[in-house]
Nanobody, 118 residues
Framework: VQLQASGGGLVQAGGSPRLSCADS????????VGWLRQAPGKEREFVARINLDGSITYYADSVKGRFTISRDNAKNAAYLQMNSLKPEDTAIYYC????????????WGRGTLVTVSS
């Protein structure tokens, strides 16, 4: 699994960018996918996670109702649709892959910076 996150940039508050997470490998469908973020001066935090077939999703309370995680296993990709962005959503966003039954993410992509201007 080799993950690469993209889609970040400078966005105005209230904007709706979509982040993408692409895997160049062939086993993407075997992993849960998570999005995590790290804001300046803060610890990395969980944002969202999706199961193998996309039928179950989890969200941090801070993004629930605004962000939507999805995946397309045929394209070896996952997405994070971000709506109603707030300045406090400014962070480096990472996608990561977790093998079912394990407790941690095994693979991490290079993050993509999302900066929300007020």
């Amino acid at each position: 699994v080799q993950l690469q996150a993209s889609g970040g940039g400078l966005v105005q508050a209230g904007g709706s960018p979509r982040l993408s997470c692409a895997d160049s490998g062939r086993t993407f469908r075997l992993y849960f996918v998570g999005w995590l973020r790290q804001a300046p001066g803060k610890e990395r935090e969980f944002v969202a996670r999706i199961n193998l077939d996309g039928s179950i999703t989890y969200y941090a309370d801070s993004v629930k109702g605004r962000f939507t995680i999805s995946r397309d296993n045929a394209k070896n990709a996952a997405y994070l649709q971000m709506n109603s962005l707030k300045p406090e959503d400014t962070a480096i966003y990472y996608c990561a892959a977790q093998l079912p039954g394990t407790k941690s993410y095994a693979y991490w992509g290079r993050g993509t910076l999302v900066t929300v201007s007020s």
